[in-house]
């Protein structure tokens, strides 16, 4: 039996919530009239069991059964870490010094 399951990858926008990521996902369409390209976002709710992956991390989230009203997503794996910004080096920083 082949897996019909959707696989998507996009950039991690959110985490604010209890083991959910906010992913969106870019892609490119052509208008089936005018033939001119676009760019649409999707923005796509996953479940993060472990609540491993972090903002700006690219991540791979595979179809499920409906956890919730707008969750149908979970998590596979990250496929690269976030480069820490300035600010994140900082609070580094402050918690070694503590």
Known sequence: ???????????????????????????????PIY??????????????????????????VVEIRPISKNKHFALKNVLSHAALTKEDKAVIDQEEVA
């Open 1 to 31: 039996m082949h897996n019909m399951a959707k696989t998507l990858t996009g950039t991690v926008v959110s985490t604010k919530a209890n083991k959910t990521i906010v992913i969106e996902v870019h892609a490119r369409k052509t208008h």
């Open 35 to 60: 033939k001119k390209q676009y760019s649409v976002t999707n923005r796509i709710m996953a479940h993060d069991e472990n609540s491993q992956a972090k903002m700006g991390d690219k991540v791979t």
